[in-house]
């Protein structure tokens, strides 16, 4: 990955949902924070995950670079070209480039349309003619994802959802895009399922070296897919880094809990000492002064409530290693007693 | 719009054997795929509610379109009264003076009483008039429903609340008072007080005015449709890939709205058909001489306690109709939404 020029650029990128009230005449009364300045690149064939917990804004981010939302600020850049606020026919040339697989395998199919004018809506909306025609590519397209091109003719619900995620992957493909934005496309399926597509996935990535923002909240796979892996809490990255560095090495607080909950697969396995957070991830609306996740952590001080940490490479990270906190975590350092912060949960 | 109509239906006694035929068929052609359209056909072939209901809706149908046909065929026409030339057909209290109403081998139904018209060819006209009518009105409303509904829930905002309201205003309104009230004015924007108002004006008036009061649940309902499809997955799919508003309205959620839509146009029919024949009663819609179902019911109300027959045509085909229309408005329902059933 040794690209000067990133493939997708994103700054300060910021959403924030207004909430409307009161009548008769409705004003806007505050606003959902739902993504609050992200700064991360992708460099072209490069898969970065995105995980953090339910509500983080990981979905909204993916919505904002596929430009499926407006977003409030920040600047999106793709191939050193703008498209923060591209309208639908400034952003025709790009579409064709950055795609989307979607969460719900069975919401994200049209019951109404077949499997093949499913794969080849993309190709008529964008007017694309490939040699031996739409239908021949289509075959190819269902061939790649590892279904039967016979099923051309077949309708959404007469597949599983495994199957249903392989045609949602084969539509993504089929404008040959440079960057998909895969949206939790794994956890609505079964575990025995999930593997296979993950995989097909891979393959994908690997084979017509398409870059990804994989956004999940399942560490283990996105360990298994994704080169770089940013961690997210509350509309904002707490720590950006390669794989092995964040699994190895995790700077914020935060990425240690979340590492430390995944369950381990050995049987033989050392007890790890387990970080259980506390009460719940703060309201978007009015989230915490300083650094967001000080209500959670077992280290906050008053500088944390009074200071946004910045997201920076801290002492002893590789380049690269990037992480938002003012005090971070040190490895193989004995761990403080992490359940104190709260009294109730301690009881 | 058109509902399904069953005219390739298999007889209806050998359902069974019909049945076992389809499957094997199906085996043969495995590739052959199961549109949701085709799994709904095949469930309402399997009701024989909905089947016969079919075919009593298309036989009124046919009777309606063919009638210059049949009349023609009969020898007769709905306008002429035959008792001018044959006054010995009406007793000395104008009433038929043969039994039942004058049926005879040549006035099948009878005869109508006073001025003597044949009422088997009124009748065949009266359903022609009707049902064209309320078929008309059924689209025309189905047509402005929809679009103004589709427009209202994918647009949303104030366009959304705007057409909310005024869907609130239509639907508290009480339309019948209102049809009374209000088609002597319709008339009134097109014709001098004193002129005749032609019949196809009449039609016409009644037609925008059913329509005008019809088209507000239609597009309640749709407008909350395509409020939860435009979320859906499936439509910012197709947006990221760059469809235009257009072809997300067309290929995206039109699809999916066909079911609502013809349920609904289906249920409109009859009542459009019910209420035309009661502003006819009422005087307000069309007018003797123009054979209409409310019309014979209006004039078969004079004389019913002395000459029940020609009341009870014009009532008793009208009640089958409306109820095989309903019957299979419901039919059409349960085998597009299968998960609805009662």
Known sequence: ??????????????????????????????????????????????????????????????????????????????????????????????????????????????????????????????????????????????????LNPEHYNRFPHEFSGGQRQRIGVARALALEPKLIVADEPVSALDVSIQAQVVNLLQKVQRELGIAFVFIAHDLAIVRHFSQRVAVMYLGKIVEIADREDLYDNPRHPYTRALLSAVPEATVEAEPRERIRLVGDVPSPINPPSGCRFRTRCWKATEKCASEAPPLVQADGNKPGHLTACHYPEVRDAVPAPRLAKDPEAAA | ?????????????????????????????????????????????????????????????????????????????????????????????????????????????????????????????????????????????????????????YLGGKTDYLVSRIIDILLSFPSTLFFIAFMPVVFGFFVAPDDNIPTSLRATALILVLSAFGWASIARLLRGQVLGLREREFVEAAKVTGASPMRVVFKELLPNLWTPIIIQSTLLLPAFVTAEAGLAFLGVGMIDPTPDWGVMIGRGAQFYTEDITFMLFPGISMVIFVLAFNLLGDSVRDALDPKSKR
């Not at chain 1, 690209?3 to 207004?18: A, I, M, Q, R, Y």
């Open chain 1, 1 to 146: 990955m040794s690209n000067t020029n990133p493939l997708l650029d994103v700054s300060g990128l910021t959403k924030h949902f207004p909430i409307k009230g009161g009548f008769p005449i409705k004003r806007t009364v505050g606003a959902v924070q739902a993504v609050d300045g992200l700064d991360f690149q992708v460099a072209e064939g490069e898969s970065l995950g995105l995980v953090g917990e339910s509500g983080c804004g990981k979905s909204t981010t993916g919505r904002l670079i596929t430009r499926l939302l407006e977003p409030t600020g920040g600047k999106i850049t793709y191939r050193g070209q703008d498209i923060t606020h591209a309208n639908r026919r400034q952003l025709a040339p790009i579409r064709s480039e950055i795609q989307m697989i979607f969460q719900d395998p069975y919401a994200s199919l049209n019951p109404r349309q077949t499997v093949g004018k499913i794969v080849a809506g993309p190709m008529e909306i964008n007017d694309i003619n490939p040699a031996g025609g739409r239908e021949n590519r289509v075959r190819e397209l269902l061939e790649i994802v590892g």
């Open chain 2, 1 to 153: 719009m058109t509902p399904p109509t069953p005219s390739a239906a298999a007889p209806l006694e050998v359902t069974d054997e019909t049945e076992k035929k389809s499957i094997t068929s199906d085996g043969s052609k495995g590739s052959e795929s199961r549109s949701p359209g085709r799994l709904a056909w095949k469930r309402f072939k399997r009701d024989r509610t909905g089947v016969i209901s079919a075919y009593v809706v298309i036989f009124f149908f046919v009777i309606g379109i063919a009638a210059p046909l049949i009349a023609k065929l009969y020898g007769k026409n709905p306008y002429t009264t035959y008792t001018t030339q044959h006054p010995e057909l009406l007793n000395a209290f104008s009433y038929p003076a043969g039994p039942n109403g004058g049926m005879s081998s040549e006035f099948w139904f009878g005869i109508e009483p006073q001025l003597g018209r044949d009422v088997f060819t009124f009748l065949l006209y009266a359903i022609r008039n009707s049902l064209g009518i309320a078929t008309a009105a059924a689209l025309l409303t189905t047509v402005l429903g929809v679009v103004i509904g589709v427009t209202a829930g």
